[in-house]
């Protein structure tokens, strides 16, 4: 599912290419996943985008009131509105030429003022669109926690520090940080050392800095390469992301850790896969990672042998049973 870098960069893609234009009619596909579909057929026609906003993982096209040239406001037309969208798993929104043949599950198309049109296309449709006022939207967005690239350290350690829960899940839920997800959450945790089942309580204050730190550089990397595509994931022209190329944890089960060469592990917390290297993030006492599986797995016990019979042999043990030198 995008997460703040693929938002971000599909936002700033549409800035670039529909800003200032106006909607001329609306032509929907399948609306389920659209709160409401003649809210989009009857107010979205006649007002202009103004502007193009991210807000966590939503996008918001701010719209205007609509233009007496156009048709007559009603029904609180004479009012700025928002479009709220958001992805999914495999949404994408791009501008498009309106004769161009429409891509299988396209389900929401804009005409603009321009001749193109904005398509929205959805195989799997868990994505959502809402036409919402401006006292909708204020409610919509209400319970939302603060930015990753915009909250202060002191904010960043309070909002951590002292939870009762673990990192993880404190990174992943939106009412603390809104734009995480786990690709970035895997990321950031593996470059401050912290192992993802470590309780927020159980971090310093200096350990949350480095930790805000350390995510804010990475979700600024991954927005300049256009974020990570790992399955459907397209920018606004179409193009996939770059920055899965400088991924560090996140899917690398049993590949060796960049900085130690231990093999990456993966375990459930927060109901999530969590990748993280087992030497550079300690794990909290009593909590124990997935098996490695095949190749790598087997790999990994042949070492894990050698290793345990290379500490017998310091400890002046030997892997015979007593008395077999004699019997030989």
């Known amino acids: 599912m995008p997460e703040l870098p693929e938002v971000e960069t599909v936002a700033r893609g549409l800035r670039q290419a529909i800003l200032g234009r106006r909607i001329i009619s609306v032509t929907l596909g399948k609306t389920d996943f659209i709160d409401d579909p003649v809210a989009l057929e009857l107010h979205l026609p006649g007002r202009r985008i103004e502007a193009v906003e991210r807000y966590g993982k939503f996008m918001l096209l701010r719209l205007s009131a609509v233009s007496g040239e156009t048709r007559v406001a009603t029904n609180g037309d004479a009012a700025p509105a928002s479009l709220l969208v958001h992805l999914g798993m495999t949404g994408q929104i791009a501008p498009s030429p309106a004769g161009q043949p429409l891509e299988k599950h396209t389900h929401v198309c804009m005409l603009l003022d321009d001749g193109r049109e904005l398509r929205y296309t959805d195989a799997r449709r868990f994505g959502r669109i809402a ?54 959450a895997d990321e950031s945790l593996w470059k401050a050392k912290i192992h993802p089942a470590r309780l927020g309580a159980n971090l310093s204050r200096k350990q ?112 015979r049973a007593p008395g077999a030198a004699e019997k030989r």
Do not use: M
Not at 146 to 175: H, M, N, T
Not at 237 to 265: D, L, N, S
Not at 271 to 276: M, T
């Open 208 to 319: 949350a800095h480095t930790l805000r730190r350390v995510l804010q550089d990475i979700l600024r990397k991954a927005i300049v390469l256009r974020g990570s595509s790992i399955s459907d994931f397209l920018d606004a022209e179409g193009e996939p992301g770059e920055y899965q190329r400088h991924h560090r944890a996140y899917g690398r089960e049993g590949k060796g850790c960049y900085r130690c060469k231990t093999p990456v592990r993966r375990a459930i917390v927060a109901g999530r896969s969590s990748y993280f290297c087992p030497r550079c993030q300690p794990s909290p006492r009593g909590f124990a990672a997935l098996p490695l599986a095949g190749k790598n797995g087997r790999k990994t016990k042949r070492k894990n042998a050698k290793d345990a019979d290379k500490s017998r042999r310091r400890n002046g043990k030997s892997r």
């Open 131 to 184: 036409y919402l006022t401006k006292a909708l939207l204020a409610e919509e967005l209400t319970g939302f926690g603060a930015d990753p690239l915009e909250v202060s350290k002191e904010e960043f350690a309070d909002r951590i520090c002292g939870r009762r829960a673990r990192i993880k899940a404190l990174l992943l839920d939106q009412s603390v940080l809104r734009g995480v997800g786990n690709i970035y």
